[in-house]
């Protein structure tokens, strides 16, 4: 199996997702609890027999997870239906309080829980919305595919199309006044008090972009995790490869094929799945 996902829970600890395509239309989806970085425990949270694509966990670490045709579900003692949205094609599952708050994927498909009814937000384009990150109270921005950000702000969304073609894949903020928005091919573009600056650079895709700790990080696929800093330059933080990242007040985490890390802001951590994890 392989590791597709990770999310901060409580603390230090995290979940992971394993996922497995045992033959055409039979999948197999497995969720496990890391805690204690330095004597590292794991349980199975659950077994599903679906594809689970992403998972989302609220500060309390009350978990949640989206299936490719667009099911989301609450994951604890039971795997329970939480709602359901007409897409093929999830590609996250996000949240910025004590529910999961949009569910994202392929073909300009964006859909938002407003108290407990998913509608879709309507934007002009056909897309693939691969992140999202709240700038402002209210003000959440997704990247996408060829170049495109949406701003999704009011009840209404709209679409800005950066100096690039290539697909945007994470994007993060500090502060309203400053973030990043990171894709293939190395493209980085600095956001700065209402503009979108080119910091692009000659290296590796970027897959995701965090926020944590008042830093901007990115992860270079194959290779670090870099931060990137007030002028757009990029310095390796940890000289390990990363995907997707997630974070409480205190922990970040993030995984390659091999492990997951974990990062308290000044000092890495990674936890090996050999051994712990079936194969």
Not at 5 to 32: K, Q, T, W
Not at 48 to 61: C, F, K
Not at 103 to 110: K, P, R, S, V
Request: aromatic share 12%; net charge negative; glycine share 10%.
């Amino acid at each position: 199996m392989e590791c597709i996902d990770a999310h901060i829970a409580v603390r230090d600890s995290f979940y992971c997702l394993f996922y497995e395509e045992i033959d055409p239309g039979n999948h197999l989806s497995r969720i496990y609890h890391f805690s204690e970085r330095s004597d590292p425990q794991v349980r199975l949270v659950a077994e599903i027999r679906e594809w689970v694509a992403s998972i989302w966990a609220n500060r309390a670490g009350q978990l949640f997870g989206a299936t490719w045709d667009g099911q989301i579900l609450s994951i604890g003692d039971t795997v329970q239906p939480f709602g359901g949205v007409d897409l093929l094609g999830t590609i996250k599952l996000a949240g910025f309080s004590d529910e999961p708050q949009f569910i994202m994927g392929e073909d300009g498909l964006i859909f938002e829980n407003r108290r407990g009814a998913w509608q879709r937000i309507p934007f002009r384009g056909k897309q693939d919305v691969y992140s999202v990150a709240r700038r402002e109270a209210d003000t959440y921005v997704f990247a996408a595919s060829t170049g495109r950000v949406i701003t999704y702000a009011g009840g209404t969304a709209t679409v800005e199309h950066l100096p690039t073609n290539v697909d945007l894949h994470g994007i993060a903020f500090t502060s309203p006044k400053r973030g990043v928005a990171v894709g293939d091919e190395g493209v980085a573009f600095l956001y700065s008090s209402g503009a979108w600056s080119d910091v692009s650079e000659d290296r590796p895709s970027l897959q995701d972009a965090h926020a944590f700790k008042g830093r901007l990080l990115t992860t270079l696929e194959a290779e670090t995790i870099d931060e990137i800093a007030d002028d757009g330059t990029f310095s390796v933080l940890y000289d390990r490869p990363g995907y997707y990242l997630s974070s409480n007040d205190d922990f970040c985490v993030t995984f390659d094929d091999e492990a997951a890390h974990v990062f308290d802001g000044s000092r890495w951590t990674s936890i090996q799945f050999a051994g712990l994890i079936p194969s």
